[in-house]
């Protein structure tokens, strides 16, 4: 009996993927570097299933039909390229080889190029969903060499999540390294709504004063309406998850936020394809200021805190309040995020499909949304639209609350409550609704210092000048140009 694809690297993920696949009807192959682990699987969550053990990478790959599909969920960067290496020569023309973990896109585009160099057709994906996902169905996005698609797109969608009509959220992204940009955007979004969430929370507990057991009981009213979502529903049940001694374990944890680097990613790909990601890219920022625990604490004792606490009176409208703040700046996130892998779609040639994307997160990854299905509208009516916010229905929501954004940005602003990604949000559609901002100052002072150049409104677009703001500076100007 020969496997149907075989999977190296059985951590939890990988673990939850093989009994995913099989519990959908495939033969699984398995192989860990450390070769306890695939004994251990096989004798305990594998046993009685259909899963062909192999304890060297040549076993692997005999142990798959071919063409062989052979997926990797092991860490990213220079262990996938090692075993990539490894499996090479060990594989045949029209094999595929599938990378299943968080690469870098540009890794992705380079190894491509390289396994189609040796005739296997290569595929880099995205998987969102954690644990749970990769077990009962997870959100799949694939890119890479569009000829490995048909081979393992029944595999693929039979795994993934479904929505309710019955639709896998898998399907194909684009080229290259597009799979993983997408997810990478994914999880740079991830990263806002996080943050987000989290800035409420804060509000709410310094400010209004509400303890765990109120505010959960606020996040799952919003979970029933529009703003429901993965991120809202765990929130309000991890916020009452209490320890033997009855105390809320969230009060317990220390205040310093890790990453594993896909959000910077996103950050330094929106600054790569000139993209004001502003709201995500405060969120990263977010995290490392949170790690600076012991410098907050010193300068905690030397400044002045000026935390007001609300009126009960107040509260259930400054809950409203903040209902509708979070909703725009969620919407603002993802016309960041939207606008990003539309840049870069554009760039790489990926020709995205923004509105299947949408749907792709629908169900089973960790920013899964009934908020989604609303982006999938607007790109179905407007191929080329230009940002969400545009779309007729984001700009009424975004009309109907930005006041309430405002109100809390200052209200925070005023009572000492960081929130970078909210004031953040506000700042930019703020920017990008603006006719005339005051750029036309700084290109000005670049002219005077640095002959840099600068366009007028009274002249046609493209057309540079340079002043002599000194009088003695003379007439060259440097050349012209924008990284």
Not at 173 to 193: C, L, P, Q, R, T
Not at 451 to 479: C, L, M, N, V
């Amino acid at each position: 009996m020969k496997a149907d694809i075989g999977l190296i690297g059985l951590a939890v993920m990988g673990e939850n993927l093989v009994l995913n696949m099989e519990r959908n009807g495939y033969t699984v192959a398995v192989y860990n570097r450390s070769v306890e682990r695939v004994d251990d699987f096989i004798n305990g969550r594998g046993s009685g299933k259909k899963i062909i053990p192999a304890h060297t990478l040549q076993e692997l790959v005999a142990s798959v039909a071919r063409p062989r599909k052979i997926m990797l969920m092991i860490k990213a960067g220079t262990p996938v390229d090692q075993m990539m290496h490894l499996l090479m020569p060990l594989m045949e023309k029209g094999d595929v080889l599938i990378d299943a973990g968080n690469s870098n896109f540009m890794d992705t585009e380079r190894r491509a190029q390289e396994a189609a160099q040796n005739g296997l057709l290569y595929i880099g994906t995205g998987i969102s969903g954690g644990e749970e996902g990769a077990l009962n169905g997870p959100s799949i996005m694939p890119g890479g060499n569009a000829k490995a698609w048909p081979l393992v797109q029944p595999i693929f969608q039979s795994i993934a999540a479904k929505v309710t009509d019955g639709t896998p959220c898998c399907d194909w992204i684009g080229d290259g390294g597009a799979g993983h940009f997408v997810k990478m955007v994914h999880n740079g979004i991830e990263y806002g709504d996080m943050q987000l969430i989290c800035e409420i929370y804060d509000i709410m507990r310094k400010h209004l004063a509400m303890n765990c057991d109120e505010i959960s009981e606020v996040f799952a009213q919003w979970n029933s309406g529009e703003l429901s979502s993965y991120l809202i529903e765990i929130t309000g049940k991890l916020l009452t998850y209490a320890e033997a001694s009855g105390e809320h374990l969230v009060n317990k944890i220390l205040d310093a936020a890790g990453q594993k680097g896909t959000g910077k990613w996103t950050v330094m790909s929106a600054l790569e394809e000139n993209v004001p990601l502003t709201l995500i890219t405060e969120s990263v920022f977010a995290r490392c200021l949170s790690g600076e625990k012991d410098a907050r604490m010193k300068n905690a004792a030397a400044f002045t805190h000026i935390f007001k606490t609300a009126e009960k009176s107040e509260r259930a409208e400054l809950i409203q309040q903040l209902h509708d703040a979070l909703y725009a700046a969620k919407i603002i996130s993802y016309a960041q995020g939207f606008e990003l892998m539309q840049k870069a779609g554009a760039h790489y040639g990926w020709h995205l499909d923004l509105g299947n994307i949408a749907l792709l997160w629908r169900g089973g990854c960790i920013i899964r949304s009934v908020f989604l299905e609303k982006i999938k509208d607007a790109f179905s009516k407007n191929g080329c639209l230009q940002n969400l916010i545009m779309d007729s229905y984001f700009s009424g929501i975004l009309n109907g609350t930005h006041m309430s954004l405002r109100k809390t940005v200052s209200l925070a602003a005023l009572a000492g409550i960081p929130t970078p990604s909210l004031s953040s949000a506000l700042s930019w559609f703020d920017g990008v609704r603006c006719s005339t901002l005051p750029a036309n100052l700084l290109q000005a002072q670049r002219d005077y210092f640095g002959a840099h150049t600068y366009e007028r409104i009274d002249k046609k677009r493209g057309e540079f000048f340079h002043t002599d703001w000194t009088g003695h500076g003379g007439t060259t100007a440097s050349t012209t140009y924008s990284v």
